[in-house]
Every structure is written in C-alpha cells, then in structure tokens.
C-alpha cells in the first residue's frame, strides 16, 4: 500500500557533503512526521533528524549545524543535507514515515514506514 524508499546513499570523504532523499507513495491520506535514523555495526539505532507535517524539526546534538532536514509536501519526499561528514556519521541511515491512511469506508489509521536504507560511508 505504501512504499518508503531511499536513494543519495555514496561514499565520500570527510569534509565532504551528500543529500539523502526519501520517497513515499501508494495510499497516502497525509504523512504526519518523516525522520532520518542511522545505525552504525555494533551500535544503538539513533534519530538524526525529525520533522513534522507542519516544518518543525528536531536533530541529534551530532547532527546540530551540520545538517538539514527539509521536506516537499506535495510529493511525499523528505531530504536529509548533510554537510562537514565525518567519519562517525558513517551508517546505514533509514527513512521514517508516519503515514495517515484513509480506508474505503472513511476511516484514518497511522502506520509507520520504514525504508531499505541507504549505505553512508564517509572515509577519513
């Protein structure tokens, strides 16, 4: 029914910049928050960035003046700039999307949608 998918995922050096992007389609009534996430091997599962349906946004101390969550309403999208890479930021970092369906009888229900991922390795 819906489908979260991730792209922009690359190796680069420190220093460097990447913009992750995150597609939503199928049956959308209204998507409430979108949100980044990564996971390096042998470590937690972090939220890097948030944002509402209505531009609030919220960020890991990590990711705080380096990056920039964005999101384009119209077409169910969510952007993650990332600027200054350092190493540590190398994870598989996955799109979150807290989707609003309307069934046929009218009827609204959340779900979360998870993407696949996309690999950021960022050499030293």
């Known amino acids: 029914q819906v489908q979260v998918v991730e792209s922009g995922g690359d190796l680069v050096q420190a220093g460097g910049c990447l913009r992750l992007?995150?597609?939503?389609?199928?049956?959308?009534?209204?998507?409430?928050?979108m949100s980044w996430h990564r996971q390096a091997p042998g470590k937690e599962r972090e939220l890097v960035a948030s944002?509402?349906?209505?531009?609030?946004?919220n960020y890991a101390d990590s990711a705080k003046g380096r990056f920039i969550i964005s999101r384009d309403y119209a077409n169910n999208m969510a952007y993650l700039q990332m600027d200054s890479l350092k190493p540590e930021d190398t994870a598989v970092y996955s799109c979150?999307?807290?989707?609003?369906?309307?069934?046929?009888?009218?009827?609204?229900?959340?779900?979360?949608?998870w993407g696949q991922g996309a690999q950021v390795t960022v050499s030293p």
């Open positions: 979150h999307a807290d989707v609003r369906v309307k069934t046929t009888g009218g009827r609204l229900y959340s779900y979360d949608y």
């Open positions: 992007s995150c597609a939503a389609s199928g049956n959308i009534f209204k998507i409430n928050n």
């Open positions: 944002i509402t349906s209505v531009g609030i946004t």
